[in-house]
């Protein structure tokens, strides 16, 4: 990753947005965990790539401020504020209600004359019950809009996740952002096409359905070759049922595997002054 290069790329870009950017990129390169890299994969992203997500997000309105938009290993990820962003900046009189409901919650809602209204009676607002859907209301110019999320679709948007790394640390989080970028998706998709060909490099539309999500993760921690054959004949016995959907998910976890070994962990560099 070379800084002047990307800039170099970008100098038909607003300074502050280049800057705020460049500074995020850094920030990731350098980032150290127990004395290594966390992001390893910073360093094999061409310049190019880097600055051509810089600049589909601005073509899209928004800027690439690292902590709503971000980078990953996998591409471009967008929080829920960002998809609320977005709306704002073509309907700044769009109202937003997003909400998790919660075993013991009543939610009840209606819709007459294009008018939505609804009920949502919070069991214990300070609880940390079962989340068993979300929902989310969007009122603007174009009309008003109510969107749902069962607590099955969010087991299968959790599934088809490349990592469940924010599924497993932030759920609350991850069901947010999936009902908000659903509610966007459903009722203003003239809109949202950039991101959501940016935001779907997260996702694995073709990542099996049919294993546990416990099964998943167990699989998604497997580092080594050996580890993940092991694995597969002890586990394969208990995933009968899905056995097409196991065989493919391990197959999936071995080519990440071998990726990482063609493109070893960048070692932290020695401090001469320590």
Request: proline share 2%; with cysteine; hydrophobic share 35%.
């Amino acid at each position: 990753m070379n800084i002047d290069t990307i800039k170099s790329h970008l100098t038909k870009f607003d300074s502050d947005e280049v800057e705020t950017f460049i500074n995020y990129l850094n920030h990731l390169a350098n980032e150290k965990k127990n004395g290594k890299y966390k992001n390893p994969w910073v360093q094999h992203r061409s310049d190019e790539y880097l600055a051509g997500c810089f600049k589909a997000v601005n073509k899209d309105g928004l800027a690439f401020d690292g902590r709503h938009i971000t980078l990953q290993s996998t591409g471009v990820s967008f929080d829920f504020v960002a998809y609320k962003n977005k709306m704002l900046n073509i309907y700044p009189e769009s109202l937003f209600d997003v909400q998790l409901v919660r075993e013991g919650d009543k939610f009840s809602f209606s819709k007459v004359s294009g008018k939505v209204s609804y009920q949502h009676e919070i069991a214990n607002p300070f609880g940390d019950s079962e989340i068993v859907g979300a929902y989310c209301v969007i009122k603007n110019k174009r009309g008003e809009f109510l969107t749902t999320l069962s607590r099955t679709e969010i087991d299968k948007h959790r599934k088809v996740a490349r990592t469940d790394y924010i599924g497993a640390n932030w759920f609350n989080e991850m069901v947010t952002k999936t009902i908000v970028k659903k509610a966007c998706k459903t009722h203003f998709a003239d809109m949202y096409q950039t991101m959501e060909t940016l935001d779907n490099e997260q996702n694995d539309l073709e990542q099996p359905l049919g294993i546990s999500i416990e099964t998943k993760q167990a699989i998604e921690a497997i580092k080594t070759i050996a580890e993940l054959n092991n694995y597969y004949k002890v586990n394969n016995g208990a995933n009968a049922g899905v056995m097409e959907d196991f065989t493919k998910a391990c197959a999936s976890r071995k080519e990440t595997i071998l990726k990482a070994q063609e493109a070893p962990e960048i070692e932290a560099e020695t401090n001469a002054d320590s």
